[in-house]
Structure formats: structure tokens, C-alpha cells
């Protein structure tokens, strides 16, 4: 397969997709606290998504079997909803969703502290990713190439003297949740495809606060760091545009 760039008919659509990917985070976020499960977190997702008339994109997806991924503290990603995951004060969670609305994906993923009490460095964590996300959207623009994307993000992560995942990776997005090119958070500026008009990327760092090892739990799904420090995750699904990166998930 190769890289598909969209119409400017096709980025409206995603817009739309993005859009609801949006509000059922925005929704989430909200209920985040100590004492709620990761479950209820799902829940809450699966009733938005149909009151939105959205589909889920995940669940089912080489058989995961829920609509979000929640992933607590050194969870990393891809970690499942359960109702005996419950939250509590100083955690921070992951959750990432995605919906197909018309045939076409959004996807996107925030970080959010449980509550309050969540410690000085945990809130640099979340605020060093998040600001490395816009750092590699800023290099989605046209001429450029999927390398300037991670190299924006890495040199960034890393100056905050963080290190970033490198088993898992962003990917472009359309008419399936996955499509070319994979988009990692790390590479050399001037390497890599050449971001052309209509390109869009699923932009997703992951960052750990210590060490960047991974490791996948024996429910085939969970990543979680090697060395049990935390780790954080934000991402935007974003066209290249003439006029410049578009974020569709906002
Ligand atoms: N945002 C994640 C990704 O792009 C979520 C995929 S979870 C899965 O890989 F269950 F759908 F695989
Ligand atoms: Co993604």
C-alpha cells in the first residue's frame, strides 16, 4: 500500500470525524476523578458515540474489545478498560479514541490528572507531551517530511530530559484507522516521505518520564514502560494543507 492524500471533500468529512472524536473526549475528561473506573470511562464513550452517531473505531479492530483505551500512570497505551481499574488521587490517565463517521476515521488522544494532587513532575510530563504534539504538528507542512515530524518532537521531549517510545508510532488515517506512512516520534530532520497536500497524520506522542523501554502485558494489549515510571500520551489527527497543518480533531 501506499500513501493516500485526500481531497479537500474527503478533510471535510474527516473534520466531521475529528470533530466527534473531540466532543466524546471533551465529555470524558469531565468525568475523570478519583473513584471512577476505567470502565465507567468506556461507558460514558460508547453513549456519546451514539448519541453523536458515530461509530467506534477500535472496538474490534484485530479483536480489541472496547471503544477506548484507558492507560493509567506506566501504562503507556492500548490499555483496556476494566471496573476494577479504578482511579485515584495523583494517577494520571490515558485515554485514546477513535469513530468512523461515513466511512472516514478520527483519532485522538489526551492525558489528564486524576485530580489536583498529581505530583510537580507528573504535570511537567503531561505538559512536555502535549507541547511536543504541536511541536511535530508545526513540521506537517508541505515539502517537509514524516522525519521533521519526529525529529520536532523528540529533540523537544528529550531537552525536557524525557524520552520518547519508539515501538509504537503515529500513522496516517482516512479510510482505515491505519494507513502509510507510519509516523514515529523520533528521526532525522530531511529523512523520510515527503509530506505532500492532502496527507493526513495521525500525530501521536508517547512519552515516558524515565526510560524509553516497553513492554506489552499478557492481556496481548497493555504497554506499560519497563521501568514502572509513568507515561503520557496526546494526539491530533492533522491534514497538510496549502495554508499549513489542519488539526481535524479539534
Ligand atoms: N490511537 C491508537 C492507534 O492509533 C489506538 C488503536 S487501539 C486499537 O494505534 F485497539 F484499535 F488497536
Ligand atoms: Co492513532
Not at 40 to 61: I, S, V
Amino acid at each position: 500500500m501506499s500513501i493516500v492524500c485526500k481531497s479537500a471533500a474527503e478533510i471535510e468529512k474527516m473534520r466531521r470525524s475529528g470533530r466527534i472524536v473531540r466532543a466524546v473526549l471533551d465529555h470524558l475528561r469531565t468525568l475523570v476523578a478519583p473513584g471512577v473506573s476505567t470502565m465507567d470511562l468506556e461507558r460514558a464513550a460508547e453513549q456519546k458515540m451514539k448519541e453523536l452517531g458515530a461509530k467506534p473505531a477500535f472496538k474490534g479492530y484485530y479483536d480489541y474489545p472496547c471503544v477506548l483505551c484507558t492507560s493509567v500512570n506506566e501504562e503507556i497505551v492500548h490499555g483496556i478498560p476494566s471496573d476494577k481499574r479504578v482511579l485515584k488521587a495523583g494517577d494520571i490517565v490515558s485515554i485514546d479514541c477513535g469513530v468512523v463517521v461515513d466511512g472516514y476515521y478520527g483519532d485522538s488522544a489526551i492525558t489528564v490528572p486524576v485530580d489536583g494532587s498529581i505530583t510537580p513532575e507528573l504535570k511537567k510530563l503531561l505538559d512536555v507531551t502535549e507541547a511536543a504534539l504541536y511541536k511535530g504538528i508545526e513540521q506537517a507542512r508541505l515539502g517537509n517530511t514524516v522525519g521533521d515530524v519526529g525529529a520536532a518532537v523528540q529533540e523537544y521531549v528529550e531537552a525536557n530530559g524525557f524520552s520518547v517510545v519508539r515501538e509504537f508510532v503515529g500513522h496516517g488515517i482516512g479510510t482505515r484507522l491505519h494507513e502509510e506512512p507510519q509516523v514515529p516520534n523520533f528521526g532525522s530532520r530531511g529523512h523520510g516521505p515527503r509530506l505532500r497536500e492532502g496527507m493526513v497524520l495521525a500525530i501521536e506522542p508517547m512519552v515516558n518520564a524515565g526510560k524509553p523501554g516497553t513492554r506489552v502485558l499478557d492481556d496481548k494489549w497493555t504497554a506499560v514502560t519497563v521501568d514502572g515510571a509513568c507515561s503520557a500520551h496526546f494526539e491530533h489527527c492533522v491534514a497538510v494543507t496549502k495554508e499549513g497543518p489542519l488539526i481535524l480533531t479539534q
